[in-house]
Antibody, heavy 124, light 108 residues
Framework: EVQLVESGGGLVLPGRSLRLSCKDF????????ISWFRQAPRKGLEWVGF??????????EYAASVKGRFTISRDDSKSTAYLHLNSLQTEDTAVYYC???????????????WGQGTLVTVSS | SYVLTQSPSVSVAPRQTARITCGGN??????VHWYQQKPGQAPVLVVY???DRPSDTPERFSGSNSGNTATLTIRRVEAGDEADYYC???????????FGGGTKLTVL
């Protein structure tokens, strides 16, 4: 059974940084692209970015709204992906989710297994 | 950037059919995926590649996609189907994942 678990959320001051983790407990982590999302209180889903598997180059893509401020990395030896949140603003307050990415034969992407999320609150 | 438009809410009586639409410019040329999210829970994939279902999605759920509209159809709606539903595509021209704004399904 696929199981992804996020951690690292909490209360953080504006302007500070935070690192979130997404650990796999149920599949061959290194074979998959991993994506991050967020959902602000009472708002819809927002894609943050993803990191491809090493077999697909290990490259990253980011949403325009976070590019340059958030960074995704992975450590396949630890079956863990990371989301580095920098220069946090109150608008970054959200539940952050990670998910396993399915890459289709025509190189499109969807997300078949999600973690339960970790809450990041940016406030002074 | 590419935009997907969903109606904010849909209401349906139990055992009736709910149709949740997702509009986008020539969305029929893209693969559309649908997620269900119940309050306080993570999203769950219910339909992928326009019309395919993960093994644990009930057959009551089906999808279609043509022209400028993709549709998620839920037949014989149950109280447990009450949730927010999001459509999603990959926009290859901008290398961005795009979600619709979500539709809240209320079972009367």
């Amino acid at each position: 059974e696929v199981q992804l678990v996020e951690s690292g959320g909490g209360l953080v001051l504006p302007g500070r940084s935070l690192r979130l983790s997404c650990k796999d407990f149920g599949f061959i982590f290194g074979d998959y692209t991993i994506s991050w999302f967020r959902q602000a209180p009472r708002k819809g889903l927002e894609w943050v970015g993803f990191i491809r598997s090493k077999a697909h180059g290990g490259t990253t893509e980011y949403a325009a709204s976070v590019k340059g401020r958030f960074t995704i990395s992975r450590d396949d030896s630890k079956s863990t992906a990371y989301l580095h949140l920098n220069s946090l603003q109150t608008e970054d307050t959200a539940v952050y989710y990670c998910a396993r990415v399915v890459t289709t034969i025509v190189v499109e992407y969807y997300f078949d297994s999600w973690g339960q999320g970790t809450l990041v609150t940016v406030s002074s | 950037s590419y935009v997907l438009t969903q109606s904010p809410s849909v209401s349906v009586a139990p055992r009736q059919t709910a149709r949740i639409t997702c509009g986008g410019n020539n969305v029929g040329s893209k693969s559309v995926h649908w997620y269900q999210q119940k309050p306080g829970q993570a999203p769950v994939l219910v339909v992928y590649d326009d019309r395919d279902r993960p093994s644990d999605t009930p057959e009551r759920f089906s999808g279609s996609n043509s022209g400028n509209t993709a549709t998620l159809t839920i037949r014989r709606v149950e109280a447990g189907d009450e949730a927010d539903y999001y459509c999603q595509v990959w926009d290859g021209s901008s290398d961005q994942v795009v979600f619709g704004g979500g539709t809240k399904l209320t079972v009367l």
